[in-house]
């Protein structure tokens, strides 16, 4: 029962995190590229290609063709 609990909250959370992707999507696209550098300068470039992948998804979320590339 506990877990239904956690997956009914999650699916919440989801729910409310794309009403404000819709909403917002300069800055969830700008906070994104910000998270994506630093995390990607951290790594030292192993992660980029999943980097990349995951800033295009979320560019595709947001409504809009990503800008660019992502680029370190």
């Known amino acids: 029962m506990a877990l239904l609990r956690k997956l009914t909250a999650l699916a919440g959370t989801a729910t409310a995190v794309r009403a404000y992707v819709r909403k917002n999507p300069e800055k969830v696209s700008k906070a994104v590229n910000k998270a994506a550098t630093f995390v990607d300068h951290k790594t030292k470039g192993k992660y980029h ?8 998804k ?3 979320m ?3 063709p990503p800008r660019r590339p992502y680029q370190p």
Not at 49 to 56: F, T, W
């Open 49 to 56: 290609s999943q980097i990349d992948g995951a800033v295009r």
């Open 62 to 64: 947001t409504g809009r």
């Open 58 to 60: 979320v560019d595709g």
